[in-house]
């Protein structure tokens, strides 16, 4: 048996380079996160990563999106249609190991927002139900990477990478439920001027 992951992963607050601003159409990818893995995950083009962000090595991260709310409309949204809606988020970025990618990508799992169960909960009956909205390719997305998780692996099985993208989601719901990162979510009145602006950045589409 592998030991069991940390909860959480990384410090109390965002630390430089996080946060991490990332934006892009959302793109198709090769089609496995939901056929083969049963996990959607919204492909961004990752053409100029590294000459805008060389700092950001290849693994898994967690942070908050926002898509577009002229193209996308957010079913159970309490907030008016011109206002986009934050959302947790788990990703990767990089070259999936299991696959044998040989172009470097960038993968967005959506979640549910923190104040609803978390569908990826350990000890529930069967299989994972992982988080699924309704399809928004060619939309446009604003995220903003709150921190690591840990790098890339190959796996030597389907439902191993499956098990661990699973815990995935787990960590980043943890990590994102402490108070320096659930601002970036949630309104609360004292937010700091740098969260403000980084909030206002993840809901402007021009
Ligand atoms: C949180 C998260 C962690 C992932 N970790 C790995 C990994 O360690 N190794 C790997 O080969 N792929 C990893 N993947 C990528 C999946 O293999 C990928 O989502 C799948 O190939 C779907 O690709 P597609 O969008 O091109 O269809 C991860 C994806 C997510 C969302
Ligand atoms: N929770 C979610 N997170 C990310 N994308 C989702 C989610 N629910 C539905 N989708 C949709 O599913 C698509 C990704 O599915 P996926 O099987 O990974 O295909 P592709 O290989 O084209 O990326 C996204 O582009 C988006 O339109
Ligand atoms: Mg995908």
């Known amino acids: 048996m592998s030991k069991p992951r940390d909860p959480v992963a990384g410090p109390n607050a965002p630390e430089p380079p996080f946060p991490i601003r990332l934006s892009g159409p959302v793109i198709k990818g090769f089609g496995r996160g939901s056929k083969d893995l049963g996990i959607p995950t919204a492909n961004i083009p990752a053409d100029d990563l590294s000459e805008k962000h060389p700092e950001l090595t290849t693994g898994v991260y967690y942070g908050v999106v926002a898509l577009d709310p002229k193209t996308y409309h957010h079913e159970t949204s309490e907030s008016s249609a011109s206002t986009a809606v934050v959302l947790p988020a788990v990703l990767s970025i990089g070259y999936n190991p299991f696959y044998k990618n040989t172009v470097r990508s960038v993968e967005i799992h959506i979640m549910p927002a923190l104040t609803e169960p978390s569908p990826?909960?350990?000890?529930?009956?069967?299989?994972?139900?992982?988080?699924?909205?309704?399809?928004?390719?060619?939309?446009?997305?604003?995220?903003?990477?709150?921190?690591?998780?840990?790098?890339?692996?190959?796996?030597?099985?389907?439902?191993?990478?499956?098990?661990?993208?699973r815990v995935d989601c787990e960590v980043a719901r943890e990590s994102l439920l402490r108070e320096a990162y659930k601002c970036y979510l949630v309104h609360n009145g004292n937010t700091s001027g740098k969260v403000s602006e980084d909030r206002a950045w993840l809901v402007s589409f021009d």
């Not at 060619?138 to 921190?147: D, P, S, V």
């Open 120 to 165: 990826t909960a350990a000890g529930q009956e069967g299989h994972t139900k992982f988080n699924r909205l309704p399809d928004f390719y060619k939309t446009r997305l604003n995220l903003l990477i709150l921190g690591y998780i840990r790098p890339e692996f190959d796996y030597v099985s389907l439902e191993a990478l499956v098990e661990d993208i």
